[in-house]
């Protein structure tokens, strides 16, 4: 399975997915740029993360740089929601 997800994600992303569950590819032809962000911290049944005001696994600053980014080059932005398979925090 992950040498699958591995052909999507791009190399230079393997470790923010690995670490966090996020990464980005542009597709430079359409202009766009995918942020696939890790949803609700692995676990949509995961009410201690509606508890807390934060900003776990800095997921809201990663989809605030991409979309600054994407904005900069002038991109359009696609945000995909997923839970990974291997979360780890």
Request: glycine share 2%.
């Given at each position: ?21 996020y990464?980005y ?5 359409l202009?766009a740029?995918?942020i696939?962000?890790?949803?609700e ?10 508890a ?6 800095d997921?809201v600053?990663f989809i605030q740089?991409n ?6 080059m002038?991109y359009?932005?696609i945000?995909l929601?997923?839970?990974?398979d291997?979360?780890t925090?």
């Open positions: 399975m992950r040498e699958l997800l591995y052909t999507w994600v791009p190399e230079s992303q393997w470790s923010s997915y690995d670490r966090h569950g990464y590819k542009d597709i430079h032809e202009k740029r995918v696939s962000i890790n949803s911290s692995c676990d949509f049944h995961n009410t201690y993360l509606w807390e005001l934060s900003d776990p696994n997921l600053a740089s979309l600054e980014e994407a904005e900069r002038d359009r932005a945000l929601g997923h839970i990974p291997e979360c925090h």
